[in-house]
């Protein structure tokens, strides 16, 4: 989880509906005590300029449900389980995924 405090300042910043730029990335990270590399700073608001942050959340919400819901390979061997729950669940979780980022 390396670097990981750049995505979450760009994350608190789209939650409160500020611009994201080098200048409140830096704010966030150093209100934080992070340590704050300018390079980082730069390939971080550089990499998200044009990008749809919403679109992108919601896109990774429907991605990582599927993938959380348990290993694949020995579900084959178990007693099928009922679907319609399974779908609930993703969809929950997904919801609730969405629900944090706005």
């Known amino acids: 989880m390396k670097n990981m405090e750049y ?7 789209h939650a409160t509906k ?11 990270l150093h209100s934080t005590g992070a340590k704050v590399d300018d390079l980082k700073v730069k ?3 550089t990499a998200l300029d044009g990008v749809n942050i ?3 959340i919601a896109k990774a919400a429907v991605v990582a449900a599927p993938a959380a ?7 084959a061997k ?5 679907e319609k729950s399974e779908e609930k669940k993703e969809e929950e979780a997904a919801a609730g995924l969405a ?3 706005g």
């Open 7 to 13: 995505t979450y300042a760009a994350m608190l910043l």
């Open 18 to 28: 500020q611009p994201i730029n080098e200048e409140n990335v830096k704010k966030v």
């Open 43 to 45: 390939a971080l608001v």
């Open 54 to 56: 919403e679109e992108a």
């Open 69 to 75: 819901s348990g290993p694949a390979a020995g579900a």
């Open 78 to 82: 178990e007693a099928p389980k009922d």
């Open 99 to 101: 629900s944090l980022f």
